[in-house]
């Protein structure tokens, strides 16, 4: 894979002392889509405005085709940003705002309208040239604006949560519309959002973050599969994080009984965290003949359309279980789990003061 | 609604009372002349003296002037003095309106700047000498620029502190003492400095709530710092120019304090010559003329102006650099 960017150990510490990036390095490769996905306050807003030439960083390097670019103001780079907000100029018309980039380098007015009626088809707004912004739908509105950038054929494509205004069919909508778009043009696309299910949905590859620091990078299968964290495990999906005892490789003991697992390389009796997602959890009545296993009742049971979502107490822990077969509020029930489905994982390595620190700053 | 309704009561009353019976009276000044009423004075054999008026009716009280519709005083108005008068008023206004401009907008632009600091508190001191008594500011002015001022007092020690400096203004032919005062550009002076905070601020105010994000979207899509003044910055705060411009012109082109301070009745503007209607000429209906010619001109000059400011167009390009 070609590197179009490369980022080295990049460090931005605000003037109040507040470090936003703790060393992130990330290589991003030509046409491909990664996303940058972690809670309000990880960084990922900053990393991308580093990336766009709007922050600052303290230190580090930004190499984009092997020319460090922080030296380099925004007008500079050949990156374009769809923004948060999107921020269209409202004095100017759909065509005029598309036409802004080309207009600046005095390129041809002709060769501009015609480049601009492609860029609208592109993104589904034939047509629209004339209106005016204010006239516009939000979804319209994040059109012009990736429309406004593309026109400019960036090598890169910063998008700042472009869809966390849109309700949640338009959504679904743009995320597929985006991917197409990004397929189509071979441009490589930094996107950032805080939705979990967009960035599963949509990118090659995923840099999961918090507080600063880019806790997994990974194909979305990796991500949701094998967490590194329990961090992760819990941002991405709907996961039971457990604490768990690796008492050998391949024998992990948690909710009092020992489970083999696949996992191996914790060494011996080591305090670990197993993810185990709901619907890897299965439930069988208390009269099966499976021995060693825990058991537990069933506390809660709530119908969510494709399958019942149960909570499960087994001692002094709850599980979430997905299961398409309903069982009774409290109903006795046996818990297996396959031995590929324990996820297991060194414990957190971020200190809870860190954590506070950055959740606080959030609000 | 009813309430909403009763609440606007008061103040229906105070614009009533305040301004439309006072402007149907400047309407009613404006179109009316004193006219003395023509008579013949008869003294009789009695010695008493009677009044005999034109239609030979008699009275024993001495007719008084009467009040007639006329529109001599439009008339009048269009005379070359008070044309020229007129004239010298935009003129001065129009001066005093582009130089705050030309002043006022780079302050505001600096004072939004992302990288000053504390703009609030430098807005506070360009404001601060406005909290003085007008008369005492403008006075302030004259004591420092008076033939005998502290400007002229300077520029003395000055000279006699540096030979030089004194033979090459002799040699230019400066005199001892320049006067600063009493005259067109002492009079701008004093309007610049009274309202040139007049137009900051609408600038001010209309810059700073430009949306950040817009001028990174410009240098985003490679406009560089002068390129997003000219397409972003400066079509935002045209709005904020329009209301200085407002705010400065109208009291500009109808002070007379100013005038009479700084060009100490050497310039006299339109709105010294209605204050004298008004006082020493005691002629209400002719400076109730002249407030109406005023009126309207100021009227159409905002019009005019609102015509730009809502011009549904958008801006589409704006190159002045």
């Given at each position: 894979m070609e590197k179009i960017l490369s980022i080295k150990d990049l460090r931005v510490v605000f003037e109040d002392g507040f470090t936003a990036l703790g060393g992130v390095s990330i290589d991003i490769g030509k046409n491909e889509f990664v996303t940058l996905l972690g809670p309000s306050g990880c960084g990922k807003t900053t990393l991308l405005r580093c990336i766009g030439g709007f922050e600052k960083p303290t230190s580090g390097e930004i190499l984009y085709k092997g020319e460090n670019i922080i030296p380099l103001p925004p007008y500079k780079r050949a990156i374009n940003t769809v923004f948060q907000r999107y921020a269209l100029f409202p004095h100017l018309n759909v065509a005029q705002n598309v036409a802004f980039g080309p207009d600046l380098r005095g390129e041809d007015k002709k060769k501009t309208a015609a480049e601009v009626e492609r860029m609208l088809k592109l993104v589904g707004l034939e047509g629209f040239g004339k209106r005016k912004i204010a006239s516009l739908s939000g979804g319209q509105q994040q059109r012009v604006a990736i429309a406004r950038a593309l026109i400019n054929k960036p090598d890169v494509l910063l998008l700042d949560e472009?869809?966390?205004?849109?309700d949640l069919k338009l959504r679904r909508e743009m995320q597929l519309e985006l991917k197409r778009i990004q397929r189509e043009s071979g441009i490589t696309f930094i996107f950032v959002t805080h939705d979990q299910e967009e960035a599963l949905t949509m990118s090659d590859r995923i840099a999961v973050m918090r507080a600063g620091q880019i806790q997994q990078l990974g194909t979305p299968e990796d991500i949701y599969n094998e967490p590194q964290n329990a961090f992760v495990a819990d941002f991405i999906g709907e996961s039971n994080i457990l604490t768990a005892t690796m008492l050998r490789d391949r024998l992990v003991r948690f909710l009092g009984c020992d489970f083999p697992c696949v996992d191996s390389g914790f060494g011996e009796n080591a305090e670990v965290d197993i993810v185990l997602r709901p619907e890897d959890v299965k439930l069988k009545p208390i009269a099966d003949p499976v021995a060693n296993v825990p058991e537990g009742v069933v506390e809660t049971l709530l119908f969510k359309g494709v399958h019942y979502e149960m909570k499960v107490r087994v001692g002094e822990s709850v599980l979430l279980v997905h299961s398409t077969h309903a069982r009774a509020v409290g109903t006795h029930v046996k818990i297996t789990i396959m031995p590929e489905d324990i996820q297991v994982m060194h414990k957190?390595?971020?200190s809870p003061d860190v954590l506070r620190k950055h959740a606080e700053r959030a609000l | 609604m009813k309430r909403n309704k009763a609440l606007a009561v008061p103040f229906m009353l105070w614009a009533a009372i305040f301004i439309v019976v006072p402007l149907v009276m400047i309407v009613w000044y404006g179109v009316t002349v004193e006219e003395p009423i023509p008579y013949t004075e008869i003294v009789q054999e009695d010695g008493t003296t009677v009044f005999q008026l034109e239609d030979g009716s008699v009275t024993a009280v001495r007719p008084q002037k009467k009040t007639v519709v006329s529109l001599s005083n439009f008339r009048r108005m269009f005379e070359p003095t008070y044309l020229r008068l007129l004239l010298r008023s935009f003129k001065v206004a129009i001066i005093t309106t582009l130089i705050c401009l030309l002043l006022g907008y780079p302050v505001a632009l600096i004072l939004t700047?992302?990288?000053?600091?504390r703009p609030a508190l430098w807005l506070m001191l360009l404001i601060l000498p406005m909290w003085m008594n007008f008369l005492l500011r403008t006075y302030s002015w004259m004591s420092i620029l008076e033939n005998n001022g502290i400007l002229n007092n300077w520029i003395a020690s000055l000279r006699e502190m540096l030979p030089a400096f004194d033979e090459w203004l002799t040699s230019r032919g400066v005199r001892r003492r320049i006067i600063f005062l009493y005259n067109e550009n002492a009079v701008i002076l004093g309007m610049v400095y009274n309202y040139l905070s007049f137009m900051i601020m609408p600038i001010y105010t209309v810059i700073e709530k430009i949306d950040k994000s817009l001028l990174e979207a410009a240098a985003d899509l490679g406009a560089s710092p002068v390129k997003s003044f000219t397409r972003v910055t400066l079509p935002y705060s045209i709005p904020g120019v329009l209301e200085g411009i407002t705010m400065v012109f109208v009291p500009a082109v109808t002070t007379f304090v100013i005038s009479q301070l700084m060009g100490g009745g050497k310039v006299p503007l339109i709105g010294d010559i209605i204050q004298n209607q008004f006082g020493k000429s005691s002629d209400w209906h002719f400076g109730a003329t002249l407030s109406l010619l005023v009126m309207v001109v100021v009227l159409a000059f905002m019009g005019a102006l609102n015509k730009i400011d809502k011009d549904d167009e958008p801006v589409k390009e704006v190159r002045i650099l």
């Open positions: 472009p869809l966390a205004a849109l957190s390595e971020t | 700047g992302t990288d000053f600091k």
